[in-house]
């Protein structure tokens, strides 16, 4: 056998091969790796704004109710200088208020203010500092005690609950959060949340469904039965029938007929009677 | 793949130079380690969330630089060092640069 | 109102447009100038760079002198609104590791054209470092600078092959 000779020419020891490309970089396309980032970044800045806000709705109780009052009382004078004089209809609303107030049993310190606006807005609506405002509008509806009291008795129990200063600290720490976190961008927050502290509250079905039940028992616990007081209701849903001016106060409190529907059961439940007699207004 | 900060091996021969191969990562720490880090920067100490980024960061880089290395068809790389630089704030880029090798035993 | 959508639109419009901007301009960039580092690298293949520190015995090595070459390569502001991102979540900042390869790169091209220069064929102990350069205070342009440096030799005992 004869093995072949062959010639081995020994590779050179000092050799410059060629690296691959695509080692230490180009791992990731570049918008796949922004787009990764910002999801995470957006989820990021989504829970602390919404952390924020649920912290201070769970807080808001917590806090003094005489600092909400220390807080509104220049707003509070500016509208009651605005106000039309005292009229009969605004010392009667918080004589009713106060005898309400009264039967809810509110916490030491914990005042109720009613005003009363001569406009022909169909709105009420409770706020900061124990105040409440009735417009004429919705004011004109109404043809029995009964429903007044309802209706004062359900802007007192939203008072009592404490969501005026549940919803307005919710919006202003997010809103405040979004600042800080955001920075400039936080503008678009401000002009979301903007004037939500004095004005209209939103507030949640269960905060409005609770304040119906709260209402309710102040009203069976005042006239003995809750003849009338649903009046309010369908006085409203009258109203919204109005396509050309619908009252204001369904924007705020949407589902009325579901509303009806639940303040029923919920009577049923409780005992309360629908027979009595309606008190009129004097 | 031997990867060694000296120039020669124990009993090792090299019988080819292959080049300079290298292998880098840029890394960014994130806030919540910038929090903890910021409250460590009261009371001194070890950072020891950044070292940890740091090693973690380190040993991307050699594994890189061993992949070009690889892919030479070297067997190791010696005289390897280490370069860090910061880009800005928070951010560092670590370096792993060696010569790639092929290196056998030595008769001796 | 209208006040504040200019300031919302000025906060928010010119920075997206720099990005959308930066992000084709800066890869365009990118692309063309990886395309010139491997075909200058090609071209420099019969250069050879080691990282090694002692003169190897079996080399015929003369004329030794200190090369350098150092390049320095700026961020564009699609990468600083990635590195932003990545710097609030943490990770690789996949978009600065690109910018540091380029300019190291270029460096090691830069190195081996001023061996080449002065008619070297071999450099040894190369040694890389990077440092960042930072024009104005923060949030200023952000460089990095990559130096590249060696001893060059001219070697005598056989051509420098390309494999």
Redesign the interface.
Known sequence: MVLPICVMTS???????????G??????H??V??AK??A??IA?VAALIGGSFFAARFAAPYLPFSWEQALTRQVAQRTIASEAADTAVGTYLQALANRIAAAMDLPDGMTITVHFLEDDTVNAFATLGGHIFVFDGLWQLLDSENAVAMLLGHEIAHIKNRDPIRSASGALLATLTAGAVLG??G??AN?AGAGSLVTVMHFSRAQEAQADIDASAAVVGLYGHLNGATDLFSALQTAAADTIRPPAFLASHPNLSERIAELERRAVAAGWTFAGEKTPLP | MIVSNMEELPGQR??????V?????VQAKNVFRDIGASLKNLIGGELRAYTDLMNSAREE?IA?MK??AE???ANAILNVRFATSTITQGAAELLAYGTAVIVEESPE | MTE?TA??LF??GVPAVLIVAG?FAG?WNERRH?RRI?KR?EEL?AI???AIRRM?S??ALSAPHLVTGSAVISVDY??R??AG??G??G??I??Y??L??RARREAMIRMKQTAQGAGSN?VLNVKLDTTRIYAGSRGGIVSVEAIAYGTAYL?HD?P??I?
């Open positions: 590779p050179p020891k000092f050799t410059n091969p060629k690296v691959p490309e080692i230490s970089s180009g791992h990731d570049p918008l790796d922004v980032s910002s995470i970044v990021l400039d961008a503008i678009l002009l | 090299v019988v080819r130079h292959l080049g191969v290298q292998g880098s990562t880089a890189r992949q070009e892919a030479l068809g | 504040q300031a919302l906060n928010f992000f890869s990886f491997v690298e293949r050879l760079a080691f190897p079996d080399l699609f990468k609104f990635a991102l990545r609030i979540v990770g690789r996949g978009s590791e690109s540091f390869e071999i070697r056989e420098a092959e494999h």
